[in-house]
């Protein structure tokens, strides 16, 4: 585990107070039973971003606090043990290291503040098809318009600004699209963990460039992803724990059923893999903030791994949960349809493990 600074110590506490007085699973169900357009509760978004969440990687003299990718990964890690949907991880993270890495010093002062303030919602809109493939860009900008589509973008409805990839003159690179321009058109699309998001078309938007091209948006994915990742593994380690106490209290049998071998050696499976990953999640969001070179294949590592033990404990929640398991009323599905969404979003672990070994030189 990473060594943690008393601040990043006392920033994680209060997160984890937060979230389970004011956004616990309970939170979750409600707002997905209401239908919600947005996929989050727009009163607890106000309240995450009074507290300073918003603005945890942006610079202070953007409103910001700059406390760096591990603090944000642990803040992830917290609201992702109770399901909490917000745009932390779409505006407050992807969106605002793309101004943070490629803005201008004006682009920069005209929106890092108000998404530091959560007075912004921000988006990245990358993926052109059902698949996690960032390098295939049809979108294209001429004469400063942007004309195209985008799907599965994050937050999509709610967003108030869109960054986008596209190809230019240059080459691919991001660009700031408002998303009241008149050339947007948003889809709202219904996805398994009732997240919110959409498909998007453009058709001659106005488009502003950030600086960097193709490796300001490799940079940007990867500071994403990580923090997926620590979203990650919050939700998979809270699903262990529920499962273990699950074991130790339900008799089956004339005895609890934790007392057998066959699913005590299941939990353990599940505990150790949980260690290799938070291992692999806090070493790339580390390696972010100390900017190393080697960040795209912890990265890789991170994603892949965290995706392969989420999806093993959301499994093994609802079958030792048994019937109970199998039902809307409990929480187990919840996590499975999570732990479904979040492993696609940004690369599955089919797309990381190819990454890592082209990077490896395999």
């Excluded at 909490?84 to 201008?104: I, M, N, Q, R």
């Excluded at 400063?144 to 960054?163: H, I, N, Q, R, S």
């Excluded at 499976?269 to 390696?287: D, G, I, N, P, Q």
Aim: a negative charge; proline letters at 3%.
């Amino acid at each position: 585990m990473a060594v943690l600074t008393e601040e990043q110590n006392m920033l994680r506490d209060a997160a984890r107070s937060w979230v389970q007085e004011k956004s616990p699973v309970t939170a979750f169900r409600k707002m997905r039973d209401s239908g919600a357009e947005l996929g989050y509760d727009v009163a607890a978004w106000n309240e995450m971003a009074e507290m300073g969440w918003a603005g945890v990687i942006i610079p202070e003299e953007y409103g910001g606090s700059a406390f760096g990718y591990l603090s944000m990964g642990l803040i992830l890690e917290e609201t992702g043990r109770t399901l909490t949907a917000s745009p932390l991880l779409a505006s407050a993270l992807g969106a605002a290291s793309a101004l943070v890495l490629g803005g201008s010093e004006e682009q920069k002062q005209a929106w890092l503040p108000k998404i530091a303030a959560g007075e912004v919602v921000a988006t990245l809109a990358i993926d052109e098809g059902p698949h996690h493939k960032p390098e295939k860009v049809d979108t294209t900008v001429e004469g400063g318009k942007l004309t195209g589509k985008k799907t599965f973008v994050l937050e999509g409805m709610a967003a108030d600004l869109l960054v986008v990839s596209a190809r230019g003159a240059d080459g691919v690179g991001l660009y700031l699209v408002k998303a009241d321009d008149p050339g947007v058109k948003r889809s709202r699309l219904r996805l398994a963990d009732s997240r919110g998001a959409a498909n998007i078309e453009f058709a001659g938007a106005a488009a502003e460039p950030l600086s960097g091209g193709a490796e300001t948006l490799e940079k940007v994915l990867d500071r994403t992803r990580a923090g997926l990742c620590a979203e990650m593994l919050g939700a998979a380690t809270q699903a262990f724990e529920t499962t273990l106490e699950y074991l130790k209290t339900r008799v089956q049998f004339g005895q609890v059923i934790g007392s057998f071998q066959a699913l005590q050696h299941r939990a353990a499976k599940m505990f150790t893999e949980l260690e290799l990953s938070r291992s692999a999640v806090e070493a790339a969001l580390t390696a972010i903030d100390n900017d190393s070179p080697d960040v795209p294949e912890l990265v890789s590592l991170a994603k892949a791994k965290m995706g392969d033990t989420f999806h093993l404990v959301s499994n093994e929640m609802v079958q030792m949960h048994g019937g109970i398991g199998m039902t809307d009323a409990h929480d187990a599905g919840f996590y499975l349809k999570r732990a479904r969404a979040a492993e696609a979003a940004f690369g599955n672990q089919a797309y990381h493990r190819d990454r890592y070994a082209r990077i490896q030189g395999y």
